[in-house]
């Protein structure tokens, strides 16, 4: 049943992927690229609400989590044939996550991302996660669509993987690992890719 439920989920993912994919490359001409770019963090952003909205819109409770991570890690990528391998800049993610009707095992989540070294930018990532509870832990996978706004471009696909311990009923520490892998974006030279491997330490409040 779960690995339905994760299948399921991954599924609807990779539709947004490939929504943003094709809606950037649409935009890939046009004059005004900040606002074509805008265009595709709209449109990722908006098929994970259609993917979410109808769970939400007949759900019985909504409970939400936000988790506050600070992390970095190592930055891998190049182009004509040169590879270098760098420090990712220091990153805070505040993640929002919906649990929908007390299902747990399933979180429906949308983070926030400030890159705080280096050049500061911001991005957003619709997210879902599947979790296994092993009291007094929580340990967890998930994809996400990684979507950098401002002042640059760059957007790929995320696979995320945690654990979660509970302190107490409302608070919980929170260690993640995060592969991001980005393909497009006027960050990135022409047919190349960025490959980052972060970890990051949080804390978690319940509402």
Do not use: K
Not at 76 to 101: C, F, Q
Not at 104 to 110: A, F, N, Y
Not at 117 to 125: I, K, L, M, P, S
Not at 187 to 205: A, E, K, Y
Request: aromatic residues 8%; negative net charge.
């Amino acid at each position: 049943m779960r690995l339905a439920a994760f299948s399921a989920c991954a599924a609807r993912i990779a539709c947004v992927a490939r929504i943003a994919r094709i809606a950037y490359v649409a935009c890939v001409a046009c004059v005004a690229r900040v606002a074509c770019v805008a265009c595709v963090a709209c449109v990722a952003c908006v098929a994970f609400l259609a993917a979410i909205v109808p769970s939400v819109a007949s759900a019985q409770t909504l409970d939400l989590n936000v988790d506050t991570i600070i992390g970095s890690g190592v930055t891998t990528g190049g182009a004509d044939g040169e590879v270098m391998t760098r420090r990712s800049p220091l990153y805070l993610d505040v993640e929002t996550w919906a649990v929908i009707d007390r299902d747990v095992d399933t979180e429906w989540g949308l983070g926030l991302t400030l890159q705080i070294e280096n050049t500061a930018a911001f991005g957003v990532t619709p997210q879902v996660r599947i979790l296994r509870p092993i009291d007094p832990v929580s340990l967890f996978a998930g994809v996400g669509v990684p979507l950098f706004i401002t002042p640059f471009t760059r957007y790929g696909a995320e696979i995320q993987g945690g654990v979660i311990y509970d302190l107490d009923v409302a608070f919980a520490l929170v260690a993640e690992g995060q592969i991001d892998v980005f393909f497009a974006g006027d960050d990135l030279p022409s047919d190349s890719t960025v490959v980052m491997f972060n970890l990051g330490l949080g804390g978690r409040v319940r509402f």
